[in-house]
């Protein structure tokens, strides 16, 4: 099963959450568990279905037959590590553990969904998309963490389809050192490789290189065109 982006935040009354002992514990009363997924950007729920299994007892708990709002909701009588699936229409799968030792009274995991990005699957050899919700510090190569939802969506879509090859391309304006410029973009686009790599995609499917201020997408002569030329793109090689 295909892994995907999933974030999990807990909200636990009277206990925490551990790793699972050997021996199951045997709670003293049921523990409520819902499972509620939210939009990543309005963090709004959105209707989902669910598929819930326990590790340790084999038991499949729920498989949500329709799209609902917080339709995930099952007693758990024993420690226990549960493998959560959530599906919801217009967003990447989401999936991941949630691991419960100890007696609570009740316990809410959320599930952040990730809109699916079409023009990142759909792109075609010789295709080039600007990646414009990827940020770094000024003057730097250190990534803003705002970038990791679109750098997600190009992990994913690279994940699931093998065969794409991609270059990435930094850009920059002609203000400043040029050489310092050059550097940079290059850098830029590393940091976006190692990032990929780092999630899996094997090295021979990306191509880093920095053009520095040679190939602006506009003139440099206003501030709003210098922006535009600050820039990082995807050309697809191969798919």
Request: charged share 25%; aromatic share 8%; glycine share 4%.
């Amino acid at each position: 099963m295909k892994n995907y982006y999933l974030l999990i935040c807990a909200s636990i009354l009277c206990s925490t959450i551990h790793c699972i002992a050997q021996q199951p514990v045997q709670f003293c009363s049921p523990i409520t568990i819902s499972v509620k997924a939210v939009d990543l950007l309005t963090q709004k729920e959105v209707p989902a279905q669910f598929e819930v299994f326990l590790t340790k007892s084999q038991q499949q708990i729920r498989t949500g037959a329709t799209y609902d709002v917080d339709a995930c909701r099952f007693p758990l009588l024993q420690a226990d590590s549960i493998y959560i699936l959530v599906k919801s229409p217009g967003y990447y799968d989401t999936e991941d553990f949630l691991v419960v030792e100890q007696d609570t009274s009740a316990l809410i995991s959320y599930a952040v969904m990730m809109e699916r990005d079409i023009p990142f699957e759909e792109l075609k050899v010789n295709e080039v998309k600007k990646l414009d919700k990827i940020y770094f510090e000024q003057g730097s190569f250190l990534l803003n963490a705002t970038s990791i939802e679109q750098l997600m969506k190009l992990y994913v879509a690279l994940r699931d389809n093998p065969k794409m090859k991609i270059q990435i391309a930094g850009h920059s304006d002609n203000v400043g050192n040029l050489k310092i410029n050059h550097f940079l973009s290059e850098n830029r686009a590393k940091v976006i490789g190692s990032f990929l790599m780092d999630k899996g995609i094997k090295s021979n499917r990306l191509q880093f290189v920095g053009y520095g201020h040679t190939k602006p997408a506009t003139g440099n002569d206003t501030e709003e065109n210098r922006a535009a030329n600050r820039r990082v793109e995807v050309l697809v090689m191969e798919r």
